[in-house]
């Protein structure tokens, strides 16, 4: 089966960095994205990688190693806003997007 | 500002009550999906449309079903709903769905509560 595993929750504390990881199995690989979920609201795209290595945007980036069947996203200088679910989605070979479970951040002052 | 619309924002409904929910986009996007999330878990895809195609997940229960009468609008339909039909309804576009960096773009949801 294909299979998408995160972090239930990860405390972090406000200024810091945090780092949250995404193991996956899935059926062929076309690309993997970092969404973005506050409680109550709708994910918002955050970043995709499709070849191995880091991609940087701004405060937020996601490295991807396809051999290990891993990625991270890595968070820095943390605000409080950053508090909210982040979901790790894979693009299997048929071009179905396979969901994990998401990861509950939680910023503390 | 192109976006994809979800009404209403709360629903309530009555067990076993048939109830509809909408949703609108102008991105002019080919494919639409529908997700159901609860609470904590990852999103699960209920159905899709490629342009007029339907494509139903084999786990999807008969009693939610789907319309897509023009690109821009989709709805889906509960025709029974049960207690364990509440959960947030996703609504989302794709521009094509067929290549690998096809990101989504998501309604706000709906958050179905069934008394």
């Known amino acids: 089966g294909q299979n998408i595993d995160q972090p239930t929750e990860m405390t972090a504390t406000e200024g810091a960095i945090v780092q949250i990881n995404c193991t996956y199995q899935t059926s062929g690989f076309n690309g993997l994205f970092w969404y973005q979920q506050h409680a109550g609201e709708a994910p918002t795209f955050l970043s995709y990688?499709?070849l191995d290595g880091l991609e940087e945007k701004g405060r937020f980036s996601s490295f991807l190693s396809r051999s290990k069947g891993y990625s991270y996203l890595l968070l820095k200088e943390l605000q409080m806003k950053d508090s909210a679910s982040y979901l790790c989605a894979v693009m299997d070979s048929n071009y179905q997007l396979i969901w994990g479970a998401g990861t509950k951040l939680i910023i503390k002052p | 500002d192109a976006m994809v619309i979800q009404n209403p924002r709360y629903q309530v409904t009555q067990f076993g009550k048939p109830v509809t929910l909408s949703c609108s986009q102008t991105l002019n996007h080919n494919v639409m999906y529908w997700y159901q999330q609860k609470s904590s878990q990852a999103p699960k895809l209920l159905f899709h449309y490629y342009d007029k195609d339907f494509n139903n997940e084999a786990d999807t229960p008969d009693n939610f079903q789907s319309r897509r009468p023009n690109t821009s609008f989709c709805f889906l339909d509960i025709r029974s709903p049960g207690l364990g039909d509440a959960a947030m309804y996703l609504c989302?576009?794709?521009?094509?769905?067929?290549?690998?960096?096809?990101?989504?773009?998501f309604g706000s949801g709906t958050q179905l509560s069934v008394l």
């Open positions: 989302a576009t794709s521009r094509d769905g067929q290549g690998g960096y096809e990101k989504l773009f």
């Open positions: 990688n499709v």
